[in-house]
């Protein structure tokens, strides 16, 4: 029944960039569920998941991702279903050094395989464990057998057929070794496109965490902020972005907005006012100015003061 024990063994390495800073080795311990027929996603993202901590099995992630008429999980419907159990999907890149980065820190990487032919494909994902530089040997859990170990050279020819697919699953409490931010940020993205912006606000923080100065994730961090209601917390970070960004009238405008949900009328017609300077012709701006025009004579204390400067 497993596709890759019809694999023959090759000899040749692909050529691929080798991380200098890694170990010779690495295993991790990731809980291991046996494939039903055709289920060889939904048992390798249900092993991820437990990995994670997060409690669930195969038959619970068939519910959500496995399709009769294909006798499989569509990459997207795998994706989808990792986001549905709080976890990110984040896209690892193209390159078989990225893999074995990945396993060195203690990330499994869910990844799919050609096991057949261009013309004639045989799909199946499996979840990286682990691997060995001394014979250049990668470990998967694949199918019914645990720890299965496959030659590098094999594993990177059945997954370059498949495109070379593969996703990094991680919590809110782990960014990727090898992920880049902007890829990050759209892999959280998907959080609000399906109506949880709540989490995708949490791993929007977890990129501070690793990318505390840059600006998309400054941005998107307190875009998230204001829609969620922490407008405190909305201020502050359009506030560290103005201090680089001065003459960015947007964030000038979002930062008003932020403002006035923190109760500070005064000083978010004072900040609008500002994006109107800088961008006099946009409508946007014109139509928020007229929000703000209604908004009470003073401002609480903890809010920017008219007589004084904007605090940045």
């Given at each position: 029944m497993l596709l890759c024990m019809a694999l023959g063994a090759c000899t040749t390495v692909p050529s691929f960039e080798q991380p200098q800073d890694i170990s010779q080795q690495a295993l991790l311990d990731v809980p291991f569920f046996p494939q039903q027929d055709y289920y060889c996603g939904p048992a390798a993202l249900a092993e991820v998941a437990n990995f994670r901590n997060v409690e669930t099995d195969q038959d619970a992630v068939a519910s959500k991702t496995f399709i009769?008429?294909?006798?499989?999980?569509?990459?997207?419907?795998?994706?989808?279903?990792?986001?549905?159990?709080?976890?990110?999907?984040?896209?690892?890149?193209?390159?078989?050094?990225?893999?074995?980065?990945?396993?060195?820190?203690?990330?499994?990487?869910?990844?799919?395989?050609?096991?057949?032919?261009?013309?004639?494909?045989?799909?199946?994902?499996?979840?990286?464990?682990?691997?060995?530089?001394?014979?250049?040997?990668?470990?998967?859990?694949?199918?019914?057998?645990?720890?299965?170990?496959?030659?590098?050279?094999?594993?990177?020819?059945?997954?370059?057929?498949?495109?070379?697919w593969a996703r990094v699953v991680v919590d809110s409490t782990t960014v990727p070794t090898t992920a880049e931010p902007l890829r990050y940020l759209r892999s959280a993205l998907a959080f609000e496109q399906t109506g949880r912006p709540e989490l995708a606000y949490v791993f929007y923080q977890q990129a501070l965490t690793q990318w505390p100065k840059e600006p998309a994730v400054l941005t998107a961090a307190a875009n998230a902020a204001l829609n969620t209601g922490d407008s405190r917390r909305a201020r502050n970070l359009f506030e560290s972005l103005l201090r680089n960004n001065p003459k960015e009238p947007n964030i000038w405008n979002n930062y008003a907005y932020a403002l006035q949900a923190d109760g500070c009328d005064m000083a978010a017609s004072m900040a609008i006012s500002v994006a109107l300077q800088l961008a006099p012709d946009e409508e946007a701006f014109k139509q928020s100015a007229k929000d703000f025009l209604s908004g009470r004579g003073f401002d609480p204390e903890h809010c920017p003061q008219p007589d004084g400067p904007l605090p940045f």
């Open positions: 009769p008429g294909r006798k499989g999980s569509l990459a997207i419907e795998m994706s989808a279903a990792t986001r549905q159990l709080g976890l990110l999907p984040y896209p690892l890149e193209k390159e078989f050094g990225a893999l074995l980065s990945e396993l060195d820190s203690g990330n499994p990487v869910l990844v799919l395989q050609n096991l057949g032919f261009g013309w004639y494909p045989k799909w199946h994902y499996a979840l990286a464990v682990g691997y060995r530089l001394g014979d250049n040997t990668l470990i998967l859990h694949s199918g019914e057998q645990r720890n299965y170990e496959i030659p590098f050279a094999t594993f990177i020819r059945t997954w370059q057929r498949a495109d070379q």
